[in-house]
T-cell receptor
Framework: EAQVTQNPRYLITVTGKKLTVTCSQNMNHEYMSWYRQDPGLGLRQIYYSMNVEVTDKGDVPEGYKVSRKEKRNFPLILESPSPNQTSLYFC????????????FGNGTRLTVT | GQNIDQPTEMTATEGAIVQINCTYQTSGFNGLFWYQQHAGEAPTFLSYNVLDGLEEKGRFSSFLSRSKGYSYLLLKELQMKDSASYLCAPLGGAGNMLTFGGGTRLMVKP
C-alpha cells in the first residue's frame, strides 16, 4: 500500500531534550516536506526536500533541522525543543508532476513541557 | 507570499448543498488544490484546478476563476461524514510552493 509513515504518533518531552520524528514513504517520490499545524494558523511548511541531499527552508524553519540521505526517508530533528514547538506535525511527499497531490503521513502530536 | 482567505466555519444540513469559497493572491499561479481534513487526521486530496471552470467529481465539485483569484468547493447531498475542515491551497509564488489557507470547518447537522 502506498503510504507515508511517520513515527511516533504521540510524543511528550521536556525542554531541551533532543528528539527526532521519522518519516518514510514507499512511493519513490522525490519531493518531501514537513508541516506543523496549529489552531488558527493552518498548515505551515517547516522544511522541504526536492531530492536526496537537497533541502530548503519553508516558512517556519527556526528550531528545526532535517536531512535527506535517502530518497525514502526525511527525518525532522529538534535539537533543543521548546514549548512553542508543541504542535501537530505532518510529513508529506508528492510525485514530480505539478498536479501531483501531497500524500500526508498520519501526524505526530508533540508536546514540549 | 500568498494571501488566502476562506471562512473559518460553516454549518449545513444533511442532504443539502454547501459552497466553500476561497480567495487568493499569488504570483506565478500553477493551480489550486482542495484537501479534506477530519479532526486529528491527515489532510486528504480532493481536487486540483489549473484552468478556469468547474471540475466535477461525484458529490464534490471545484471551481476556479484565475482572473478573480477565486475558487470554491461545492459539496452536494451532504452526509454527516462530510463534517471536516476543507483546506484551500494555491500553488505558485517563489519556488512554486503550495501554501495552505487556514481551512473552513464544516459542521453537518441532521
Amino acid at each position: 500500500e502506498a503510504q507515508v509513515t511517520q513515527n511516533p504518533r504521540y510524543l511528550i518531552t521536556v525542554t531541551g531534550k533532543k528528539l527526532t520524528v521519522t518519516c518514510s514513504q514507499n512511493m519513490n517520490h522525490e519531493y518531501m516536506s514537513w508541516y506543523r499545524q496549529d489552531p488558527g494558523l493552518g498548515l505551515r511548511q517547516i522544511y522541504y526536500s526536492m531530492n536526496v541531499e537537497v533541502t530548503d527552508k519553508g516558512d517556519v524553519p527556526e528550531g528545526y533541522k532535517v536531512s535527506r540521505k535517502e530518497k525514502r526517508n526525511f527525518p525532522l530533528i529538534l535539537e533543543s525543543p521548546s514549548p512553542n514547538q508543541t504542535s501537530l506535525y505532518f510529513c508529506a511527499s508528492k510525485g514530480g508532476a505539478v498536479y501531483s497531490p501531497l500524500h500526508f503521513g498520519n501526524g505526530t502530536r508533540l508536546t514540549v513541557t | 507570499g500568498q494571501n488566502i482567505d476562506q471562512p473559518t466555519e460553516m454549518t449545513a444540513t444533511e442532504g443539502a448543498i454547501v459552497q466553500i469559497n476561497c480567495t487568493y493572491q499569488t504570483s506565478g499561479f500553477n493551480g489550486l488544490f482542495w484537501y479534506q481534513q477530519h479532526a486529528g487526521e491527515a489532510p486528504t486530496f480532493l481536487s486540483y484546478n489549473v484552468l478556469d471552470g468547474l471540475e466535477e467529481k461525484g458529490r464534490f465539485s471545484s471551481f476556479l476563476s484565475r482572473s478573480k483569484g477565486y475558487s470554491y468547493l461545492l459539496l452536494k447531498e451532504l452526509q454527516m461524514k462530510d463534517s471536516a475542515s476543507y483546506l484551500c491551497a494555491p500553488l505558485g509564488g517563489a519556488g512554486n510552493m503550495l501554501t495552505f489557507g487556514g481551512g473552513t470547518r464544516l459542521m453537518v447537522k441532521p
